[in-house]
């Protein structure tokens, strides 16, 4: 699974930014089955789980991003997005995003980088 992230850049606090996560690649009956998610790493810290989908497909936020962050698909765009309102500077980091199969392989992206700026 390719997958690319993009959307980042610099933003205020408070802000708003959103991310998108494309499977140009995939093909289309496949991709509704992936788990993708959205995850983090900001510098000096272990890449976290931001959002993501829960076994029953509702949405599952990182307690720190509740409320101000959505993540949602269209599957028919082969794509998941990642909207962030409310930004602070603690939100500031590369955004990836990430099936559970790749990460058992620690196979990762690029990455989108976000910086929020106080």
């Known amino acids: 699974v390719q997958l690319q992230a993009s959307g980042g850049g610099l933003v205020q606090a408070g802000g708003s930014l959103r991310l998108s996560c494309v499977c140009s690649?995939?093909?289309?009956?496949?991709?509704?089955?992936?788990?993708i998610a959205w995850y983090r790493q900001a510098p000096g810290k272990q890449r976290m789980l931001v959002a993501g989908f829960a076994s029953a497909g509702s949405p599952d936020y990182a307690d720190s991003v509740k409320g101000r962050f959505t993540i949602s698909r269209d599957n028919s765009k082969k794509t998941v997005y990642l909207q962030m309102n409310s930004l602070k500077p603690e939100d500031t980091a590369v955004y990836y995003c990430n099936t559970q199969a790749m990460i058992v392989r620690s196979l990762w992206g690029q990455g989108t980088e976000v910086t929020v700026s106080s």
């Open positions: 690649r995939c093909i289309l009956s496949v991709f509704r089955g992936y788990d």
